[in-house]
Nanobody
């Protein structure tokens, strides 16, 4: 099973930026990948996904225009560049392999890591 380790989270002021990384223990070039987040007391939600080639990316409405997903298959690494952060972005962020078809995430694999905490202060 692929092991995923997220990093790069931290405390940042509103309007600031963070870059998250997700490193896989094995080659993940065959998988579409995505980022998810979970705020305290809330269900995990989809944030963004990228196809296995890195050509197509998709974003949830709250992060469109502010976040950018990228991948380096040679390095088995997924990134999330977060800009113009808002307090409502505060959550634990997770990466995972996903099933991406027709521009829609149809499901995910069970490769959840520990996540990385992002806290945005007002």
């Amino acid at each position: 099973q692929v092991q995923l380790v997220e990093s790069g989270g931290g405390l940042v002021q509103a309007g600031g930026s963070l870059r998250l990384s997700c490193v896989a223990s094995a080659r993940f070039s065959v998988y579409a990948m995505g980022w998810f987040r979970q705020a305290p007391g809330k269900e995990r939600e989809f944030v963004t996904a990228i196809d296995y080639t890195g050509v197509e990316a998709y974003y949830s409405d709250p992060v469109k225009g502010r976040f950018a997903i990228a991948r380096n298959n040679a390095g088995n690494t997924l990134y999330l560049q977060m800009t113009r952060l808002r307090p409502e972005d505060t959550a634990v962020y997770y990466c995972n392999a996903v099933q991406l078809e027709g521009g829609v995430v149809r499901g995910h694999y069970d490769f959840w890591g520990q996540g990385t905490q992002v806290t945005v202060s007002s």
